[in-house]
Structures are given as C-alpha cells and as structure tokens.
C-alpha cells in the first residue's frame, strides 16, 4: 500500500529521546525481549510478556515521578 505523501514520513518524527530510551510500547518490548532472551534462553512468551509488561510500567511511573520533580 503506497504511503499518503500528505503525511510526513514516520523518519522524521523521533521515536526515541535523546539518551535513546524508547519511547513507545512496541520499542521497549523489543528491547526488553533481547535482554530478557539474553538472561533466560528458554523464557516462554506468556513470562517474557509479564516482565516486560511490570518492566514497562515501571518505567512509565519512573519518568512520571521526574516529570512531577521538574
């Protein structure tokens, strides 16, 4: 399917900060998937899930409670 050319494309829009943390869901699963696979080869997708989901909201409440310091 041809991309709309009245939209910008996704490029140019970041998608991460500037340290380089993903900034959506799907970016931090595949980065946490990597590190959790690296830990545990055998990780069955319903755990791996799990930590990634508990892992992300932790983050989330993290940059929460930077966001309220500033």
């Given at each position: 399917?041809?991309?709309?050319?009245?939209?910008?494309?996704?490029?140019?829009s970041?998608?991460?900060?500037?340290?380089?943390?993903?900034?959506?869901?799907?970016?931090?699963?595949?980065?946490?998937?990597?590190?959790?696979?690296?830990?545990?080869?055998?990780?069955?997708?319903?755990?791996?899930?799990?930590?990634?989901?508990?892992?992300?909201?932790?983050?989330?409440a993290?940059?929460?409670?930077?966001?309220?310091?500033?």
């Open positions: 399917m041809p991309r709309d050319k009245s939209k910008p494309a996704s490029s140019s970041p998608r991460s900060t500037r340290s380089g943390a993903p900034t959506t869901w799907l970016e931090f699963l595949a980065m946490e998937r990597k590190r959790l696979a690296a830990e545990n080869p055998n990780i069955k997708h319903k755990t791996l899930m799990r930590k990634a989901g508990a892992a992300w909201k932790k983050r989330k993290e940059l929460e409670a930077q966001q309220e310091e500033r």
